[in-house]
């Protein structure tokens, strides 16, 4: 074979071989980039939305009191369902119970968290995290006394009152239960105290100490 054809040849493969080199390297590296930015991006996304899940979650902390079995006899047989008495509170002076039925546990649960949230009462809080004076409150036959405790002292309390008291915000302050311990009439008369509760200025207003017509000279 001649030179000239030898070398004409040779430049034709060359040039083959360039062609391919510059294909491969552009195809693989533009599909690698969509991939390797698109990854991660998407499992971001994922994470924040998790992140902004868990934060509405949070916004009141939940707790179950009492779970019951109710057995109604009828025609057929016997109907079960189940009640579920549940306390929730944000700890910074807002607290709501609720009790639900339904005829499996989880659902009896969901459905008393979601009455609680429609159904929600303020406390005054005090300095110390306690309640500003003593009260008795009433439900039924049950009666729950309250009393201001220093700094320190906690909260002592059966279940259902603790519950209240934790989930609202309170951290010092004794109880006393009387009469009928059931849960959800406890909490009830817990709620009843707490109704009962009256700020410094409402005691002083009561005891005619405030005199309305009277203003400081910084008002006038």
């Known amino acids: 074979m001649p030179e000239e054809m030898k070398k004409e040849v040779a430049a034709d493969k060359k040039v ?20 390797e930015h698109a990854r991660p991006q998407h499992g971001r ?12 979650r949070k916004e009141y ?8 079995r109710i057995s109604k006899t009828v025609q057929g047989g ?6 579920a008495l549940v306390v929730i509170g944000d700890k910074k002076g807002k607290y709501g119970f609720a009790m639900e039925k339904s005829g499996e ?34 439900y039924g036959a049950t009666k729950v006394y309250l009393k201001p405790a220093p700094a320190g002292t ?10 209240i008291l934790e989930l609202s915000g309170l951290k010092n302050v004794v109880s006393k239960v009387y009469g009928a311990r059931a849960s959800i009439n406890v909490i009830r008369a817990t709620h ?23 203003q400081p000279e910084e008002a006038k």
């Open 16 to 35: 083959a071989v360039e062609k391919k080199g510059e294909v491969k390297p552009t195809d693989k590296k533009a599909e690698g980039k969509p991939g």
């Open 45 to 56: 996304n994922r994470r924040d939305h998790g992140r902004m899940r868990r934060d509405e």
């Open 61 to 68: 902390e939940e707790r179950v009191v009492d779970i019951n």
């Open 78 to 83: 016997r109907h079960m369902r189940f009640s």
């Open 105 to 138: 546990v989880p659902d009896a649960i969901k459905k008393s968290l979601e009455a609680a949230r429609h159904n929600m009462y303020n406390i005054h809080i005090v300095k110390g995290a306690t309640i500003a004076h003593e009260v008795m409150g009433k």
């Open 154 to 163: 906690g909260i002592i309390a059966g279940g259902p009152v603790r519950a």
């Open 192 to 214: 009843n105290a707490i109704s009962q509760l009256k700020s410094y200025r409402q005691v002083r207003e009561l005891r005619g100490l405030v005199d309305e017509h009277h």
